[in-house]
């Protein structure tokens, strides 16, 4: 839940119009608690991208990332998605990794 509302509130700091940079360290503690629990519950499920969801939470982390200057970020995020080939393959999110 911590996660969760780290990103909110980046997310609503962002929409509010703070200024860009100012949101690198909102964006990293987001990161990091993302981050504290795939670690600390590394059997849980991973972010399957055909939930609208875990596709948003994709789109929002990796947009963000980018935007924010914290593109060491990428490949952390990357981990988090399910490679499960029963959840499929989206075009789009493989070539924004890419």
Known sequence: MRAHTALE?????YSAGDEVLSLRS???RAFTLF???????????RLSLWEPDAYQYV??????A????LKEWVPTIA???S???EDGHDVLVSRLFG
Do not use: Q
């Open 9 to 13: 509130l980046l997310i609503c700091r």
């Open 59 to 64: 789109m929002w982390l990796l947009s963000l």
């Open 26 to 28: 909102t964006a990293v």
């Open 35 to 45: 981050k504290a629990y795939r670690e600390g519950f590394p059997r849980s499920n």
């Open 83 to 85: 490679t499960n080939p």
């Open 66 to 69: 980018v935007l924010l200057g």
């Open 79 to 81: 981990t988090w998605i």
